[in-house]
């Protein structure tokens, strides 16, 4: 009897025995695959980034490149990689790459467009010896140097900022760090094109309007109008625009260009030299307005694009005695932006513009003493937020593409 | 009734103490282990799923369907501080931006459960009413970061500033046996959402 009993105990100790080492063991296999499956996500998706960026960085290394990968070998998974023209006339591209480990999929889809030195608040190649920038100075868009960036006192970069060279601070990090509201990277290595302004008298000799042969061109946007003339004694002529510029691309061969006016559509200057001194150089007489200013009327469409292949200097003259407004995207290929006489003409207010400045060397506008103008202009730069998304007709490119949109 | 009776129904009367003690020690030790077992099971895939939902919504931070529609990525997040965050992004791919907040509710919303800790975390899609579950979270706390990596101290006035974001998060399980909470936590040392360095 006793023995059966004993029996019955030991089996029924086992039997909870069984059922609860089974419980445990569910408990631990779903914990497993549990981790399991978020390790596998997480690995597949780490895979597909690093294709996105393996195809990204061929995409910078050779913009026609369209071969996509095919079940690539990676970190113990694969990836695919296909790249599509979604936009052919606007050549927009997009990747989308696929990492999968473990029976897990992740995808990554990264658009790219064509990029353009418009978008660029400020560029230049070399910041002109040690000019520093301070807390007085702000950069509202995207910004890119080629040489060190010099930060005194907290500059404020709203844009992205990239700059080839380093960061130099005037006292320390502490004193002087910029404030860089849209990301910072160092190393960027992206060059000024040598011919960007000549390769502009084809798309003149296309659809365009181009002026050749002349020492010195006058030109006077006037809404749909342009007046020009040769000499300033000369009375204007005029064109009517649309007609004579359908592609808006608007040349000067190897002279010296005067502007001022008011510009209706979207147009770009372009003014060159052929190694004759002082040529392809663009003089600002007066203000170069929009019809209608984009900060007061936000659908307009007025878009100019001011391409020097040397420097885009404000005249020394009695209309920019007392401020000067301009809007439009510079671009100085050989020089860069300044003021005419800065140093020795009167103080002549502020330059209010609108727009973006690309250029080879950063040029003086003025001087200043004590925090206040002794000659020439004070500053007042305001980004034309449209230029992130548009640019003025045939204005340089930098040969690459730009990241637009990353959906992960 | 003999003496050895008496000896054998103590005796019995014994070993059947020391068994039913056992057994009751089996009981009470074999429901603790599969309340915590079971508790620290539901805790992983609560934390996995509050990570996974994180993850996938913190990487879209300034992302929009349309590029043209949000070009300037520096408007990307509204406000953050170290509980809390709205951002705009375009959650369902339609090229109109969204709002996500993430916030922390008090503990005194789950005084309910047994874990005096446990709070609700929410998530809101623009103005629609906050949605939640309650995941034993017990602790969501954001870092944020610069472009030079360096870290930016409360409160956040200038949310333009942030370009990545180390995420922590705590999860309790929200009853436990004798109050013994089982507890993970996670990190995302640092979250980059590449929109808000496209251009």
Known sequence: MSGKASLLVVMGFNLIFLVLSKNFGDVSSRTVDNYVNYYQGTVAHDIAISA???????????????????????????????????????????????????????????????????????????????????????????????????????????????????????????????????????????????????????????????????????????????????????????????????????????????????????????????????????????????????????????????????????????????????????????????????????????????????????????????????????????????????????????????IVSWLE | MGFSTILDVIGSMIIGGILLSITMRLNDAATAKTYNYSGELSLQENMATVAQIIEDDFRKIGYCADWNKFPDPTKAVVFANESSIKYLTDIDYDSNMDSIRYYLGPTSELLSTPNPRDRMLYRVLNNEAPKSANLGVTQFRMVYFDALGDTLLPPILNPALITSVEINLTVESVAAYDTAYSSAFWRQIRLVARNLKNR
């Open chain 1, 52 to 402: 996105a960026n393996i195809a990204a960085n061929q995409i910078f290394l050779d913009p026609t490149w369209d071969d996509g990968y095919s079940d690539i070998p990676f970190q113990g998974g694969s990836y695919d990689v296909q790249l599509a023209v979604i936009d052919p006339y606007k050549n927009i591209r997009e990747i989308t790459a696929e990492g999968n480990f473990g029976g897990k999929t992740s995808t990554v889809k990264v658009k790219f467009a064509p990029s353009k030195f418009s978008k660029f608040a400020y560029y230049s190649v070399s910041e002109g010896g040690t000019i520093w920038w301070t807390g007085n100075d702000t950069v509202w868009g995207p910004f890119h140097t080629q040489d060190y960036l010099r930060a005194a006192y907290h500059p404020v970069f709203y844009g992205k900022a990239t700059t080839k060279k380093s960061l130099i601070y005037y006292t320390s990090q502490k004193a002087d760090k910029p404030y860089f509201l849209g990301g910072y990277e160092q190393g960027v290595n992206l060059p000024l094109p040598s011919d960007a302004v000549d390769k502009m008298e084809s798309f003149a000799d296309d659809d365009g309007l181009k002026f050749s042969g002349k020492d010195t061109v006058y030109l006077m946007f006037a809404g749909d109008s342009l007046k020009y003339k040769y000499k300033h004694s000369d009375p204007y002529l005029s064109l009517y625009l649309p007609a004579e510029s359908p592609n808006g691309m608007i040349f000067a061969k190897d002279c010296v260009l005067r502007l001022k006016g008011t510009v209706k559509g979207q147009y770009t200057i372009g003014c060159s030299s052929t190694m004759s001194l002082g040529k392809g150089t663009i003089y600002l007489d007066d203000d170069i307005v929009f019809n209608q200013d984009p900060r007061i009327h936000p659908t307009s469409n007025d878009l100019l694009g001011i391409c020097a292949e040397n420097s885009v200097y404000i005249t020394d003259n009695i209309p920019n005695r007392s401020d000067i407004n301009i809007h439009g995207s510079i671009y100085c290929e050989k020089g860069g932006f300044g003021a005419q006489n800065y140093d020795s003409r009167p103080k002549s207010g502020n330059i209010n513009l609108l727009g973006g400045i690309i250029q080879n060397t950063r040029k003086a506008v003025g001087t200043f003493s004590s925090g206040s103008i002794k000659t020439g202009f004070a500053k007042r730069y305001a980004y034309d937020n449209r230029l992130l998304v548009a640019s003025p007709p045939f204005f340089p490119g930098t040969g690459g593409f730009e």
